[in-house]
């Protein structure tokens, strides 16, 4: 998939500035409508507003068993709105089909992906235990789907992370809906092997021999792609890309002079060391690509994984 076409992402509507919040307030996500806007399309949902909850309303918890919380009025506890909550994310969820990746609003008793606090039914606080009654529902019918909270995209880590994951598994939606087949499928997988080598290697080692078992390809996809959101999710060391771009540097020994050997390496060594930004090895990396076309990896995806102008390279 090109970058010029547009991905889709669900989100918190109040994380786009909607004043749909229960005081008429909104939690805009300056990275959401300011950064990730040029490039992706947002689908907006606010479960409250949806199951008819009007604004201003009255705020609401999760109360009872951290697993199965019941949804409910924080100062009157007549108030209980699970039943619409869950019909409303049963019924909405398995639409969501053409999105490929959701921001929720972290600690909503609606949205909140992690860490929600649960209270019993006399009003005392169990801890930050729960998850959104929406938020689980959505994670439990597309459990591949990339999901973070706004909190958590402030870490450049999980920030450049999650983009990745987004546009890597657009990029799967679309080799599905086009039909997936046994080429395909080692196509995807050959240009995502140094990015899966720089998130992890022991799970990249298993990896690869999925592509290449007989049985059916549908079998195989479902498996692959499982393995695979797996890998990237582990946030990528600099141990890993340490070993990744020394692995990559060694298509080179043939072309370049010792010279340039010798900086190339020491380059490697200043990243690993903390001295250097990642960008700097990338750069020099793939204009020796460039220069001596190495076709086996001019298209790996590892140099190219998102679009460049959201810098998400530039703090790691
Ligand atoms: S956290 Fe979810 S339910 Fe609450 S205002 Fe935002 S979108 Fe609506």
């Given at each position: 998939?090109?970058?010029?076409?547009?991905?889709?992402?669900?989100?918190?509507?109040?994380?786009?500035?909607?004043?749909?919040?229960?005081d008429g307030g909104h939690k805009r996500l300056p990275f959401a409508d300011q950064?990730?806007?040029?490039?992706?399309?947002?689908?907006?949902?606010?479960?409250?507003?949806?199951?008819?909850?009007?604004?201003?309303?009255?705020?609401?918890?999760?109360?009872?068993?951290?697993?199965?919380?019941?949804?409910?009025?924080?100062?009157?506890?007549?108030?209980?709105?699970?039943?619409?909550m869950q019909t409303f994310a049963k019924d909405t969820t398995p639409t969501l089909?053409?999105?490929?990746?959701?921001?929720?609003?972290?600690?909503?008793?609606?949205?909140?992906?992690?860490?929600?606090?649960?209270?019993?039914?006399?009003?005392?606080?169990?801890?930050?235990?729960?998850?959104?009654?929406?938020?689980?529902?959505?994670?439990?019918?597309?459990?591949?789907?990339?999901?973070?909270?706004?909190?958590?995209?402030?870490?450049?880590?999980?920030?450049?992370?999650?983009?990745?994951?987004?546009?890597?598994?657009?990029?799967?939606?679309?080799?599905?809906?086009?039909?997936?087949?046994?080429?395909?499928?080692?196509?995807?997988?050959?240009?995502?092997?140094?990015?899966?080598?720089?998130?992890?290697?022991?799970?990249?080692?298993?990896?690869?021999?999925?592509?290449?078992?007989?049985?059916?390809?549908?079998?195989?996809?479902?498996?692959?792609?499982?393995?695979?959101?797996?890998?990237?999710?582990?946030?990528?060391?600099?141990?890993?890309?340490?070993?990744?771009?020394?692995?990559?540097?060694?298509?080179?020994?043939?072309?370049?002079?010792?010279?340039?050997?010798?900086?190339?390496?020491?380059?490697?060594?200043?990243?690993?060391?903390?001295?250097?930004?990642?960008?700097?090895?990338?750069?020099?990396?793939?204009?020796?690509?460039?220069k001596y076309h190495v076709d086996y990896l001019l298209d790996q995806y590892y140099?190219?994984?998102?679009?460049?102008?959201?810098?998400?390279?530039?703090?790691?």
């Amino acid at each position: 998939m090109s970058h010029s076409q547009r991905i889709r992402i669900g989100i918190s509507a109040c994380l786009l500035g909607e004043p749909v919040r229960y005081d008429g307030g909104h939690k805009r996500l300056p990275f959401a409508d300011q950064e990730l806007s040029r490039h992706f399309d947002f689908l907006n949902i606010c479960p409250e507003k949806a199951i008819g909850m009007g604004v201003p309303r009255p705020t609401i918890r999760l109360v009872g068993d951290p697993e199965n919380p019941q949804l409910i009025g924080s100062s009157d506890s007549s108030l209980n709105v699970t039943d619409a909550m869950q019909t409303f994310a049963k019924d909405t969820t398995p639409t969501l089909t053409d999105i490929s990746g959701y921001i929720l609003c972290a600690k909503s008793p609606s949205c909140g992906m992690e860490r929600v606090p649960v209270y019993d039914e006399k009003g005392n606080g169990l801890g930050k235990v729960g998850v959104g009654l929406f938020a689980r529902q959505l994670m439990a019918t597309h459990p591949l789907l990339p999901v973070e909270e706004n909190g958590r995209l402030n870490d450049v880590h999980l920030r450049e992370n999650f983009v990745l994951r987004v546009v890597a598994y657009a990029r799967w939606q679309a080799l599905i809906a086009a039909g997936i087949t046994a080429s395909g499928l080692e196509e995807f997988h050959r240009r995502h092997k140094f990015l899966l080598l720089a998130h992890n290697q022991a799970i990249y080692r298993e990896i690869g021999p999925i592509v290449a078992e007989a049985g059916s390809i549908e079998d195989k996809a479902n498996r692959y792609i499982a393995k695979f959101m797996e890998t990237l999710k582990h946030i990528a060391s600099t141990k890993n890309h340490t070993n990744t771009l020394m692995h990559i540097q060694g298509f080179f020994k043939d072309h370049l002079d010792a010279e340039d050997r010798l900086k190339l390496t020491e380059t490697i060594r200043d990243y690993a060391a903390g001295q250097l930004p990642l960008l700097v090895p990338l750069e020099m990396l793939s204009h020796y690509l460039k220069k001596y076309h190495v076709d086996y990896l001019l298209d790996q995806y590892y140099f190219d994984p998102y679009p460049r102008d959201l810098k998400l390279r530039m703090g790691l």
